[in-house]
């Protein structure tokens, strides 16, 4: 790891919301106490070394009129690779990951985020995804939301 | 309905969604790039932000990169009328980064999921602890995440 005390001040701020002025930067080295341009040329090395994926708008997928879900499918160990690729294949697939009970099994080792733009256009994606795979997938909508957003403690 | 003002609002989240240009002026160099003011790109931001549409307009970081390797979700079976109650309490943990409640099948019954991040996997489990201290749930599982096939933000 080469981030330095200044990176990990601007990396936590950063996981806030840009100020909304003219000049964002300026404004947060008056809070950091560290100069604007410096600021700058740590954000751009840290997008370029990609410690941050990007600054940017984070969509509120349903807001925006989207549907999304989780979903979760049980793949066979020696299908894993071509069933993530046709997965991971659709655009409105955020995240994908391989998951394992620890100390239990779960009936289901494949987990994806899939965003469309309505219900009818997730549901046909899914079973598109069914019908490619001959694999069962779970869907399991958010029916209520206690908490979104993932600010990370950095030290 | 669409209206105008929302087509633009849409152009202008799909021209910085890859990210906003990293200089002195970014609002007036993107209002550049589309043809209207700073102020413009400003105020619509402010109204995104304010109406819900845009949650934060921050960094995403590579958590994995920056030594945050523990990803734990962990799903909990809780009964019906007790699901407000849990998960208040499960969102209040500051390591705790989402908590959702989803819909049980034959095959699932955990119908509470907590997303939890930390450095290592004893991080995370001391906040599971905690939670079934706080709560008194005792039937839940921990899944951790073995490969990451794929992690973008979403797009429009």
């Not at chain 1, 733009?117 to 399991?140: F, P």
């Not at chain 2, 849409?10 to 002026?25: A, D």
Request: hydrophobic fraction near 35%; aromatic fraction near 8%; charged fraction near 30%.
């Amino acid at each position: 790891m080469i981030l330095c005390d200044t990176d990990r001040k601007i990396l936590h701020r950063l996981q806030s919301n840009l100020p909304l002025v003219s000049r964002p930067f300026q404004e947060l080295s008056k809070e950091l106490n560290i100069d604007e341009d410096t600021i700058i040329e740590r954000i751009k090395f840290m997008i370029e070394k990609g410690y941050v994926r990007r600054l940017a708008p984070i969509i509120n997928t349903q807001a925006m009129g989207r549907e999304a879900t989780l979903a979760a499918v049980k793949v066979p160990e020696d299908r894993i690779d071509e069933v993530s690729a046709i997965i991971n294949s659709y655009s409105g697939v955020s995240h994908n990951y391989l998951r394992k009970g620890k100390n239990c099994n779960i009936p289901y080792n494949m987990w994806f985020t899939m965003s469309a733009k309505d219900d009818e256009e997730l549901h046909s994606r899914l079973k598109e995804i069914e019908d490619r795979t001959g694999l069962t997938v779970r869907s399991l909508p958010t029916t209520k939301k206690f908490k979104i957003g993932v600010r990370f403690k950095i030290y | 309905m669409t209206t105008k003002k929302e087509d633009i609002d849409v152009q202008l989240i799909k021209h910085i969604q890859e990210g906003l240009p990293v200089t002195k002026t970014p609002y007036k160099d993107i209002g550049q790039a589309l043809g209207m003011s700073e102020d413009e790109v400003i105020q619509r931001l402010k109204k995104l932000l304010e109406f819900g549409k845009i949650r934060r307009l921050a960094a995403s970081i590579a958590h994995r990169k920056i030594g945050i390797n523990a990803n734990a979700m962990c799903v909990w079976k809780v009964p019906k009328e007790r699901v407000d109650e849990v998960g208040k309490i499960m969102a209040g943990f500051e390591e705790v980064t989402h908590c959702y409640e989803r819909p049980t099948y034959p095959d699932w019954q955990h119908n509470v999921f907590t997303m939890i991040h930390g450095y290592t996997d004893a991080e995370c489990e001391a906040v599971i602890q905690a939670i079934k201290e706080k709560t008194g749930l005792t039937d839940y599982v921990i899944l951790y995440s073995e490969k990451e096939f794929k992690k973008v933000g979403v797009r429009i």
